[in-house]
């Protein structure tokens, strides 16, 4: 069965404070796995798209990785605007719409 | 102009009831969807509509219909509302690929 698994479920960050979030996955035939980020209130909003074991993808202070079995999410001095619950999700050639994980929830304080 | 859009925002009604929400998305994108995200966050497809037809339907009760006019709107409608049916419903639509998808603001429902 597909599945995604995010670690952790929650994080506090001082401001400036890097860190790393995982998503590790099992999926029959990958066809993408993708980031979104969801603030309070909204729908997720893309971030990422990786297709390959070794592609990364970067956006201000986000990059984001991927090997065979996982994605990180890497946060480079992380300012309060970054707070969001962060998606991991994957496409699989068994179906045709995403298998989301729960999501991290990232906090990040002055 | 938003690029996806649901209606309304929030909903709460009685057991029993019947309702709808609607969507609507001005991308020109060819498949729609409809997630739902429990208490806990956890978002999960409900069903998919690629150019007006319908091309996943999960394990999702019978009680809860998507009918799409036209390619650009996409409405879930739901008969018999229970109180598990409490959730956000996100309504999404894509071009080429499910997971660049670009989602609605999502639709509050709280069945009482």
């Known amino acids: 069965e597909d599945q995604v698994t995010q670690s952790p479920e929650a994080l506090r960050l001082q401001e400036g404070e890097s860190s790393s979030l995982n998503c590790s996955y099992t999926?029959?035939?990958?066809?993408?796995l993708f980031w979104y980020r969801q603030d309070p209130g909204k729908g997720p909003e893309f971030l990422f798209t990786?297709?390959?074991a070794g592609e990364e993808k970067e956006k201000e202070r986000l990059k984001a990785t991927l090997t065979k079995k996982e994605s990180f999410l890497h946060i480079t001095a992380p300012k309060p605007e970054d707070s969001a619950t962060y998606l991991c999700?994957?496409?699989?050639?068994?179906?045709?719409?995403?298998?989301f994980g729960k999501g991290t929830t990232l906090s990040v304080s002055s | 102009d938003t690029a996806v859009s649901q209606t309304p925002k929030y909903l709460v009604t009685q057991m029993g009831n019947d309702k709808s929400i609607k969507c609507e998305q001005n991308?020109?994108?060819?498949?729609m969807y409809w997630y739902k995200q429990d208490s806990k966050k956890f978002l999960k497809i409900m069903f998919s509509?690629?150019?007006?037809?319908?091309?996943i339907n999960e394990t999702v009760p019978n009680r809860f219909s998507p009918k799409s006019p036209d390619k650009a709107h996409l409405n879930l409608h739901i008969n018999s509302l229970e109180l598990g049916d409490s959730a956000v419903y996100f309504c999404?639509?894509?071009?080429?690929?499910?997971?660049?998808?670009?989602f609605g603001q999502g639709t509050r429902l709280t069945v009482v």
């Open positions: 991308l020109g994108h060819d498949t």
């Open positions: 990786l297709y390959s």
């Open positions: 509509y690629n150019n007006k037809e319908l091309i």
């Open positions: 999700a994957v496409g699989s050639q068994a179906g045709t719409a995403l298998i």
């Open positions: 999926v029959s035939g990958l066809r993408g």
């Open positions: 999404a639509s894509s071009q080429d690929s499910p997971g660049r998808a670009f």
